[in-house]
C-alpha cells in the first residue's frame, strides 16, 4: 500500500493543481519524492528505470533556482532512491510486480525533454532551465545499474550491522527506576 501511495504522490507531483487545493510542494519535497520513486523502480527492475533517471535528473536541474538549491535537490533525490530501494530489499521485492506496473505507467513518460535542457510536461506546461546544458550528457545507461545497485545496498547493509555489533553499548534503564516514570504516564 505504501508503495502505491508513493506512487500515486508521483504523478501528482507533475500536476500540481494552483487553484485553492492543497499547499504545492517544495522543491525538496519533490525532489525525495522523485527520489524515492526512482528507488522503486530500481529496486524492482523496471524497464522505464533509465529513462526515469533521465527525466529526474532533467527536473533536479531545471527547477532548481540556484546552484545550492540543486546541490540540495540532488541530495534530497539520492537520499529518497536510497530509502525506498532500501524499504523494497527489506520486504524481499515482494511486490514488484505491482510496483513496476505502476512505475512504468506513470505521466512523467509522456515528458518531452529537449537537448537544451527544456522539459516539456504531458500538461503542455514547458520548464526553461535557468541555464540551458547539454541533455545529452545528463545521463548514460548503465546496463549492470540493477547489480551495482543490489551489491551496494549489501555492501551498506553489511557495514550497518558491523558498526551495530561492533559500537558502544548503550545501558537501557527503566523510567520508573530512574525517577521518570511520570513522563510517559
Known amino acids: 500500500m505504501k508503495k502505491f501511495i508513493l506512487l500515486l504522490a508521483v504523478l501528482c507531483l507533475f500536476a500540481q ?6 499547499k504545492p510542494m517544495s522543491y525538496k519535497e519533490e525532489m525525495y519524492l522523485l527520489g524515492a520513486v526512482a528507488g522503486q523502480g530500481l529496486a524492482c527492475k523496471s524497464k522505464k528505470y533509465h529513462r526515469f533517471e533521465l527525466l529526474a535528473r532533467a527536473m533536479i536541474l531545471t ?3 540556484s546552484d545550492e ?9 539520492a537520499t529518497g532512491k536510497i530509502n525506498s530501494f532500501a524499504d523494497e530489499e527489506r520486504l524481499n521485492f515482494s511486490n514488484c510486480g ?4 505502476a512505475f512504468e505507467n506513470q505521466k512523467i513518460f509522456e515528458t518531452v525533454l529537449y537537448s537544451d535542457g527544456k522539459i516539456k510536461q504531458y500538461d503542455g506546461k514547458v520548464l526553461t532551465p535557468r541555464q540551458p546544458y547539454d541533455a545529452t550528457k545528463l545521463y548514460q545507461k548503465d546496463p549492470e545499474a540493477f547489480i551495482k545497485a543490489d551489491a551496494a545496498y549489501k555492501k551498506y547493509l553489511a557495514i550497518a550491522q558491523e558498526t551495530a555489533k561492533n559500537g558502544p553499548k548503550i545501558e537501557l534503564k527503566d523510567s520508573r527506576a530512574a525517577g521518570l516514570s ?3 504516564n
Do not use: D, I, W
Open 17 to 22: 493543481n494552483v487553484s485553492a487545493g492543497p
Open 98 to 101: 505491482q510496483v513496476r506496473e
Open 182 to 184: 511520570h513522563l510517559f
Open 63 to 65: 527547477k532548481a533556482t
Open 69 to 77: 538549491e540543486q546541490m540540495l535537490g540532488m541530495e534530497k533525490y
